[in-house]
DNA sequence: AGTGGGATCTGT
DNA sequence: CAGATCCCACTA
């Protein structure tokens, strides 16, 4: 069992800062759900959308309610909804208190795959986490997870690139683009994704 | 109290 | 490109 040594976790801190800023830098780290069963599932986030104040696709862009509040407080905790009845998407909170904004987390590279995904096609497997939707089914990832602090303990937590495991990822270009799925900001270019990544979502 | 739309995904 | 499916914010 690899205990993850401690400056390889990123504290809450490093994301109290604007999300267009923390959306790129979280390219190539990696996301780690330790599950109730005690399993843990790890994979090498390859796709982000930030979204900020006076951003009009930001759910906390009129008011504050009690669904989006979270994103109004300290960096560093999880931020799920519930989206079209069915799926669930995973945010962490970033900047300075007060400033609603976070980052979703929409793709993940599968390092560490669940004992269940296992039997599965590497083709397939490299799909699993490939959107919001799928990646918090794929972690478990439901909105008894919002508003948690994402660190060391918790169900979720994120931590640095390590070189080696990162090399083949390392090499692929860092795209930014417009967001996806949005009728309002479309032309706010706050996306990241890996070129060339087959875990990235609508190809 | 009623309603309409949404940061998605799958299959036709 | 339609359908599944449900919470929540907004209107009255």
């Not at 039997?119 to 990832?141: F, H, T, V, W, Y």
Request: proline share 7%.
């Amino acid at each position: 069992m690899t205990l993850p040594h401690p400056s390889q976790v990123i504290e809450q801190q490093w994301f109290a800062r604007p999300a267009p800023e923390v959306a790129p830098d979280l390219i190539g780290c990696v996301l780690v759900r330790q599950l109730p069963n005690g399993e843990r599932l790890r994979g090498i986030i390859v796709e982000t959308e930030a979204y900020g104040p006076d951003d009009p696709a930001c759910h906390a862009y009129r008011k504050r309610t009690p669904r989006n509040a979270v994103m109004f407080g300290v960096a560093g905790y999880s931020y799920v909804y519930l989206i079209y009845g069915m799926y669930h998407c995973f945010n962490v909170v970033t900047d300075q208190d007060g400033v609603a904004s976070a980052v979703l987390i929409r793709a993940l590279a599968l390092q560490d795959i669940g004992s269940e995904s296992a039997a599965l096609s590497p083709k397939a497997q490299a799909r699993l986490a490939a959107g919001p939707g799928k990646l918090c089914r794929c972690l478990e990832i439901d909105r008894s997870l919002s508003q948690v602090p994402l660190m060391h303990g918790q169900p979720l937590w994120f931590e640095h690139p390590v070189r080696e495991a990162d090399a083949e990822i390392s090499s692929l270009e860092l795209v930014q683009t417009t967001r996806i799925g949005l009728t309002q900001g479309v032309e706010i270019p706050w996306r990241w994704y890996l070129k060339g990544s087959a875990a990235v979502s609508k190809l």
